[in-house]
């Protein structure tokens, strides 16, 4: 079962920050939020990923509560090139695996950028 | 640039063929993926392998296999492909240490009649 939650779909003015939040109420102490995101007829990209921390790189910010159960992530300065759906996912350990581990996606938030 | 090839973009297959899906990385990745994206349902995990004629389920596996002969290679296999199958397919590989981003490829459409 998905252990993110997020709105299906949000719109934003190019040029804006666009805010993608999701819950992961559930969230184990040791999991990660990543997000990846999937612009049409694309195999999916990443984007980030965290722990506890505020993270923030070349693409994107991610922010994530202090009690863990949601995150944001900020694109700064949206572009068209931005339209896509983002996928906040939660990495969990694979126990017994050596250094593997899972993706648990949701259903990801459609996000449009209009001009 | 990290690349991952799937051997299809389109496929069409009837009901009880043998289907076979091939995906090739060249970043010599330990890990590769399979999984299946449905609309609402996101990305769900097939199968995946670790190491050359390594392999486990994931959340899916029923009606799928798997094959890792070489270490760049990772095929998923329908024995007897359904309807229920027509869905998008994605592959995926990434290194075993250090960044645990997974490199896509452009995913194969299956549609089975």
């Known amino acids: 079962d998905a252990k993110t939650t997020q709105p299906t779909s949000m719109d934003c003015a190019e040029g804006r920050a666009a805010n993608l939040p999701c819950n992961h109420s559930t969230i184990s102490g040791n999991e990660y939020v990543y997000w990846y995101r999937q612009i049409h007829s694309q195999g999916p990209q990443y984007i980030i990923h965290g722990l506890k921390n505020n993270e923030t790189n070349e693409m994107a910010s991610l922010i994530i509560t202090e009690d863990r159960k949601s995150s944001t992530l900020i694109l700064p300065h949206a572009t068209l090139r931005d339209t896509a759906v983002y996928y906040c996912i939660v990495r969990v350990w694979l126990f017994g695996v050596d250094s593997n581990y899972q993706l648990i996606w949701g259903a990801g938030t459609k996000l449009i950028i209009k001009p | 640039d990290v690349k991952v090839t799937q051997s299809s973009r389109y496929l069409v297959k009837r009901t009880g063929e043998k289907v076979f899906l091939e995906c090739v990385q060249d970043m010599d990745h330990e890990n590769m993926f399979w999984y299946r994206q449905d609309p609402g349902l996101g990305l769900r995990l097939i199968y995946f392998?670790?190491?050359?004629?390594?392999?486990e389920k994931g959340d899916i596996p029923e009606g799928y296999s798997v094959s890792r002969e070489k270490k760049e290679r990772f095929s998923l296999i329908l024995e007897s492909a359904s309807t229920n199958q027509t869905s998008m397919y994605l592959c995926?590989?990434?290194?075993?240490?250090?960044?645990?981003?997974?490199?896509f490829g452009p995913g194969t459409r299956l549609t089975v009649t």
């Open positions: 995926a590989s990434r290194n075993r240490g250090g960044s645990y981003e997974q490199y």
């Open positions: 392998s670790y190491d050359v004629k390594m392999k």
